[in-house]
């Protein structure tokens, strides 16, 4: 357990997210304890960066999931001008392909919202302190796929039109493909992910974050 220094300044923190109630909440929490401030909120990626400008908060709790542009996006647009930053990534998708891209563009921590509640605290203390946090279950989801072959930008193009339902055929004409290189994809697809067909290529896509309808 890492205490609170009571000393220190207090660690500022600020909270993005496009839900006012989990901004709320964030806050709400961060205003209990005597050694944190919650400075800012934003409820959109370029909110997000606009308002880092102005505070540089200490450490800073970021959206996965929003309109304008993703957190990652966000945090790397943040980071481009503050290398520094210290940025957690906040999100509901438990699979370790989003937290693997996380981690390569420099999130210090990575949390699953629903367990804010008993970790978010610790977190944001251990980020503070130069740790990298990540929960287990994301770690152990990591660990499973770390040889995991990364599908290319079209192959997830492709299988996200088949989540969605459609045939070769469609998947080839929204693409401006082949239906023929759209099988070839699909080859390629089900032996990366070593899946048995179309449709449990998909769920695993969709449990590991790759993908989502």
């Given at each position: 357990m890492i205490d609170p220094a009571p000393t220190s300044?207090?660690?500022?923190?600020?909270?993005?997210?496009?839900?006012?109630?989990?901004?709320?909440?964030?806050?709400?929490?961060?205003?209990?304890?005597?050694?944190?401030r919650l400075v800012a909120e934003a409820s959109t990626g370029l909110e997000a960066v606009a308002r880092f400008r102005q505070h540089q908060p200490d450490v800073t709790l970021m959206d996965l999931r929003m309109r304008d542009m993703d957190g990652i996006e966000a945090m790397t647009a943040i980071r481009r001008e503050f290398p520094q930053a210290r940025i957690v990534i906040l999100t509901t998708f438990p699979g370790d392909f989003q937290a693997v891209r996380a981690m390569k563009a420099g999130a210090c921590g990575y949390l699953l919202k629903g367990l804010m509640r008993t970790e978010l605290i610790e977190t944001i203390r251990g980020v503070h302190a130069g740790q990298l946090m990540v929960p287990a279950v994301i770690e152990?989801?990591?660990?499973?796929?770390a040889g995991s072959r990364t599908l290319s930008l079209r192959e997830t193009q492709v299988l996200r039109l088949v989540a969605l339902g459609h045939a070769n055929k469609e998947v080839a004409e929204s693409l401006s493909l082949t239906?023929?290189?759209?099988?070839?994809?699909?080859?390629?697809?089900?032996?990366?992910?070593?899946?048995?067909?179309?449709?449990?290529?998909?769920?695993?896509?969709?449990?590991?974050?790759?993908?989502?309808?």
């Amino acid at each position: 357990m890492i205490d609170p220094a009571p000393t220190s300044p207090p660690i500022t923190v600020m909270a993005v997210d496009d839900h006012a109630l989990m901004r709320s909440g964030i806050a709400s929490v961060i205003d209990a304890e005597p050694d944190m401030r919650l400075v800012a909120e934003a409820s959109t990626g370029l909110e997000a960066v606009a308002r880092f400008r102005q505070h540089q908060p200490d450490v800073t709790l970021m959206d996965l999931r929003m309109r304008d542009m993703d957190g990652i996006e966000a945090m790397t647009a943040i980071r481009r001008e503050f290398p520094q930053a210290r940025i957690v990534i906040l999100t509901t998708f438990p699979g370790d392909f989003q937290a693997v891209r996380a981690m390569k563009a420099g999130a210090c921590g990575y949390l699953l919202k629903g367990l804010m509640r008993t970790e978010l605290i610790e977190t944001i203390r251990g980020v503070h302190a130069g740790q990298l946090m990540v929960p287990a279950v994301i770690e152990a989801a990591i660990a499973e796929h770390a040889g995991s072959r990364t599908l290319s930008l079209r192959e997830t193009q492709v299988l996200r039109l088949v989540a969605l339902g459609h045939a070769n055929k469609e998947v080839a004409e929204s693409l401006s493909l082949t239906e023929e290189t759209v099988k070839v994809h699909m080859r390629t697809i089900l032996g990366k992910l070593s899946a048995k067909d179309r449709t449990h290529a998909v769920t695993i896509a969709l449990k590991r974050g790759i993908i989502e309808l």
